[in-house]
């Protein structure tokens, strides 16, 4: 362990690691430098280098008009991809999308909808936004913004997004219709900032056992968490389980104080270390709420960065038990540059380590492509169904202060393997979800009885209500398949997993949302399912 130039929690200065995995959220910094100069950052660093040079003879002579700003960024995603896999470049059009994620809001009306059809449906209102302020339900069908129609025309979901977001205080212009209502509804809202959670749901999931399920880290997360366990405490829990799977990463630093809210004072959290940046460390300063409580952290492949550090140094401290599957393995430190039109240059600076000293970032020596489609690979090679713990070697072996034995060399391993369950997706499965219907009829059922499943206030409820009336909601799915053209065969195994998806899909558009759809989503989750008998000692 690494022990040299101690400093007191909890921030560490100008970097943090920011989580690239594939479709997952984009990481991002704590400092900010921002470069003046032209619109697109020269791509040879100076105004005279030979690639700079090259593309200002390209601007000029060449036979063939040619956006040059365009072809400079792709230039400049390759070099940065020659680097690492997780240097990158994000143009000024993507770059405010990546900023709201991790900032936790963003400014439109605060609805959250999907496109099942060619008709765009409100899922949810986000309580206290400018819709729900005006009157706007889930259910209701978005038929035209700002005198557009958008309905029955398969418009994309970034269209969709782009002309609902806008400056808080600006006005866009929505006609929806309503079930039961014959003519269409009209509303101005005023658009507003809008908070993005970073925890999907927090609920007790047994007499003392809370759940928390943590999505990303974004600059609110840590107050977040604690309001949680706060509630949950007063509610009696006394072990947690912590969801981490599927956390793409984020803020570093809220990582870094979610880790010391487990643990007590005087602990190394994480350290930081590279070629021009100096060594920090971050420690513990026992002020967390959570110290001593029995504790499971869950993780599976799609774990990554920030999300890495926390069971990294829970794992390394003797905290708590992690279970799942081997994490991702995000181990880069990036700076973030801005450009003068707003684009990113994320650059990777240092590495990050456990307090044992290991590394969590993973092989990239065979390229930006081989790195991601090894990363695939472990499906192929039943890598998310043995223990695939890496190369061990003795120079990837390290101890705990308690003798523990954990391996480096790539992601975190936890300490109890959870393999991926095959059964999950049979053929009769497969088919009800990959055409969507599956989840047209648990819109249609919610419309239906919405104002009945609205009126749930608690999980009680709602669960009574569904568990009492599944066998009539398993047969209309069936007459709604067969309808629709679909012609499914389920087994009995197949039927109680419908029933599952389909209890957890009405769920999320209920009083209780995504508590709901938890309760029952997690009851076909192997990894909760052992964290769950871990906790409560009873055979599931």
Do not use: C, W
């Not at 038929?143 to 782009?162: E, F």
């Not at 600059?219 to 006394?238: I, P, Q």
């Not at 959570?290 to 829970?314: C, K, R």
């Amino acid at each position: 362990m690494r022990k040299n130039n101690k400093t007191a929690i909890i921030f560490l200065p100008a970097v943090v690691a920011i989580a690239i995995v594939v479709s997952f959220l984009t990481g991002r910094h704590t400092s900010n430098i921002n470069l003046g100069g032209s619109s697109t950052p020269s791509v040879g660093g100076a105004p005279n280098s030979k690639l700079g040079h090259i593309l200002n003879i390209i601007d000029s002579h060449y036979v063939d008009s040619v956006n040059v700003d365009t072809l400079s960024e792709e230039y400049i995603k390759k070099i940065l991809h020659k680097l690492d896999p997780h240097s990158d470049y994000i143009p000024a059009s993507d770059a405010s999308e990546s900023s709201e994620r991790l900032d936790g809001e963003f400014e439109g009306i605060g609805i959250q909808f999907n496109m099942a059809t060619d008709t765009v449906i409100i899922q949810s209102v986000i309580s206290g936004g400018p819709a729900e302020k005006m009157g706007m339900l889930g259910g209701d069908r978005l038929m035209y913004i700002n005198d557009s129609l958008v309905a029955g025309k398969k418009v994309g979901q970034q269209h969709i997004l782009k002309n609902l977001k806008g400056p808080r205080g600006s006005v866009v212009k929505v006609s929806i219709a309503r079930s039961g209502v014959d003519s269409l509804l009209n509303f101005d809202v005023i658009r507003d900032k809008i908070p993005i959670k970073s925890i999907e749901t927090a609920y007790m999931v047994a007499p003392t056992v809370g759940y928390i399920k943590l999505l990303q880290f974004s600059k609110n997360t840590h107050t977040e968490f604690v309001e949680a366990v706060e509630r949950l405490k007063e509610e009696g829990m006394v072990k947690l389980i912590f969801d981490l799977t599927a956390n793409g990463g984020g803020h570093l630093y809220q990582a870094i104080l979610i880790a010391n809210e487990f643990l007590p004072e005087g602990k190394m959290i994480v350290y930081t270390q590279g070629r021009t940046s100096k060594l920090s460390e971050q420690y513990s300063d026992g002020t967390g709420r959570f110290q001593s409580q029995e504790l499971v952290v869950m993780i599976d492949e799609n774990s990554a960065s920030s999300s890495e550090i926390v069971a990294g140094a829970l794992q390394d401290n003797d905290r708590g038990t992690i279970v799942g599957r081997r994490s991702f393995g995000k181990g880069l430190v990036q700076q973030q540059i801005s450009f003068t039109d707003n684009s990113l240059l994320n650059i990777t600076i240092a590495r990050y380590h456990t307090p044992t000293g290991r590394s969590i970032q993973r092989s990239y020596e065979k390229g930006y492509e081989q790195y991601y489609i090894d990363f695939y690979e472990r499906y192929k090679k039943d890598g998310l169904l043995t223990k695939d713990s890496v190369n061990v070697t003795d120079s990837l072996r390290f101890i705990t202060p308690k003798g523990k034995i954990v391996y480096g060399g790539g992601g975190i391993m936890p300490d109890i393997f959870v393999p991926a369950d095959t059964t999950l997706m049979t053929k009769g499965i497969r088919e009800i979800l990959t055409n969507n219907t599956l989840f047209r009829y648990t819109l249609k059922y919610t419309d239906r009885n919405r104002k009945e499943i609205l009126a749930f206030t608690t999980l009680d409820e709602l669960t009574a209500y569904l568990d009492g009336s599944q066998e009539d909601i398993y047969n209309e799915f069936i007459d709604f398949a067969a309808s629709s053209g679909i012609k499914v065969k389920l087994t009995d195994d197949d039927k109680h997993l419908a029933l599952i998806y389909i209890k957890a899909y009405i769920s999320r558009n209920s009083g209780v949302e995504d508590t709901g759809f938890y309760h029952y989503f997690n009851k076909i989750d192997n990894i909760y399912i052992k964290s769950l008998g871990l906790l409560t000692s009873q055979p599931l």
